[in-house]
């Protein structure tokens, strides 16, 4: 049942009708069935997985807070954690090690098939988070396991984020909510909003994408297209969903964290991090970046650098390495596979070269005169950090790392735009279709680029529609209804989200 279906529609309508029919008492319990009755729908014998986790991570968090000594303590929560990490690595990672077994010793180690629960990179970090915020004693302990259940599979937020902290979700899931007009007009407004992103960018940008890289030596004039064409196909499916899934909390009252903030008006690869999947990027920053920050090893690394290399290596050169440690885990998360640990070291490297040359680039300016508010200059930092992503995008989307490279090396060795023309768009395989698909794709662009702009400069674009008059109102909505099947792409063709499956 993805959630671009019109079952997932009906679903969501059925849920929140009866969610609001019941005394407040009752409603988080009603939240706790229909996310059970919507995974046992996606697969019933897969929740054994979501049980797991959630009963062995409720479990070690009410012995973690009847445990006063330290030392057991860190064994529960080591133990905790290598458990639910265990599964993750097993189910997600098995393949990937056999093959490169398989590489290293010429072996022939069958293939193992396993069925990916739903969701289950996202429950599995939102949980661990919980789990290290009570051994850290930043969180209390939930003795409900019912209540912590649904913090663990609260169903918008399970199908692909964004990742919550217990503090500041699980409150809002077990309070009673009362039907508010205007909360749930804005709501609509915004699944509206990411249905567009998805059905109308990204699934028309899907040909294009698929093509430009699943054909990549039919196509080598196009390489440089292709990246860009990702990128908005990536950008308006992830965010689209997210949209979709933060609109879907809301009908029920719950307003979850943002995960997108206009990451293509990023001025630097670190900056960008902040405004993409943020709600991964705190994780990452929370419970690896600052832990081996100020681990002992690291203290260690830290004083040789500075016996070694001087104060501004030894206060530069750590914090680079626990970026890209970082970043390697980040690709490891995105999937199993060398092109994901290229993505993820790739980023990481960046921003830690870019950590320790902050300096340099700070006195360049200077000398140079170019001043903070500049515009020219920050329109080139723009341009600049946009180029660097869409090179990141060559790792994420093509099947290996040396795909990655020989198309990185035809958008600059190979120009032909007119082959755009020539490539399928639709299920019929015609050309027909094409220029209509290209003209599509940059009308959505033109328009998203339109909202992220005012967005950017503080505007509330949803609050603004819904203060113009009735009529006004109501024709922006049609409007956007009428856009869905008119400039969108059927999803049975398309197929669901792309983070579903993670």
Excluded at 90 to 98: E, P, Q, R, S
């Amino acid at each position: 049942m993805s959630i671009n279906s019109l079952a997932f529609v009906i679903f969501v309508i059925l849920a929140a009708a009866v969610y609001y029919l019941l005394p407040g008492k009752y409603q988080w319990l009603w939240l706790l069935a229909a996310s059970y009755i919507y995974y046992f729908a996606n697969g019933r014998g897969l929740v054994v997985f979501l049980l797991s986790t959630t009963v062995t991570t409720w479990y070690a968090g009410i012995l973690l807070a009847n445990e006063t000594d330290d030392r057991r303590r860190r064994f529960i929560t080591a133990a905790t954690l290598i458990l639910n990490f265990g599964i993750l690595g097993v189910l997600k990672y098995t393949n990937f090690f056999i093959f490169n077994v398989n590489q290293i010793t010429r072996g022939n180690i069958s293939f193992v098939s396993f069925a990916l629960p739903l969701g289950i990179s996202f429950y599995t970090f939102q949980s661990m988070g919980y789990l290290l915020d009570v051994g850290w004693r930043r969180q209390e302990a939930e003795r409900n396991l019912l209540k912590f259940a649904l913090f663990v599979s609260f169903f918008p937020q399970i199908l692909q984020g964004p990742i919550a902290r217990y503090s500041s979700l699980a409150g809002q899931l077990y309070e009673e909510h009362r039907v508010d007009m205007a909360r749930m007009e804005r709501a609509c407004l915004r699944i509206l909003w990411g249905f567009l992103k998805k059905m109308v960018i990204a699934d028309n940008a899907l040909y294009f994408v698929n093509a430009l890289f699943d054909e990549f030596q039919k196509y080598p004039g196009l390489a440089i297209f292709a990246a860009g064409a990702y990128s908005l196909q990536l950008y308006g499916d992830f965010s689209g969903g997210i949209d979709v899934v933060i609109g879907i909390g809301a009908l029920f009252g719950i307003e979850m964290d943002e995960n997108f903030r206009q990451p293509y008006f990023a001025v630097s690869i670190s900056d960008f991090w902040h405004r993409w999947h943020i709600t991964l990027g705190t994780w990452m920053k929370d419970y690896v970046f600052y832990p081996i920050s100020l681990s002992g090893w690291m203290d260690r690394f830290k004083k040789f650098c500075r016996k070694r290399f001087g104060k501004q290596i030894a206060r530069t050169l750590p914090i680079a390495l626990a970026n890209i440690i970082v970043f390697l885990v980040v690709g490891i998360w995105h999937g199993a596979a060398w092109k994901y640990i290229a993505y993820g070291f790739y980023n990481g490297l960046i921003i830690g070269v870019s950590g320790m040359l902050a300096n340099v680039f700070r006195d360049t300016k200077k000398k140079l005169g170019i001043a903070k508010d500049q515009v020219g200059f920050h329109l080139f930092q723009v341009a600049r950090t946009f180029a660097l992503v869409n090179i990141s995008w060559y790792f994420d989307r093509a099947d290996t790392v040396g795909q990655a490279f020989a198309m990185m090396r035809n958008a600059v060795t190979h120009f032909s735009p007119a082959a755009l023309l020539t490539i399928p768009v639709g299920p019929g395989g015609s050309t027909n279709f094409t220029v209509v698909a290209i003209a599509i794709i940059l009308f959505g662009t033109a328009v998203l680029f339109a909202v992220s702009l005012l967005r950017e400069r503080g505007c509330d674009v949803a609050l603004r529609i819904m203060q113009m008059p009735a009529a006004a109102r109501l024709a922006v909505y049609l409007v956007m209804l009428m856009a869905l099947p008119a400039l969108g792409q059927p999803p049975a063709i398309t197929g669901g989200f792309i983070y579903a499956q993670f």
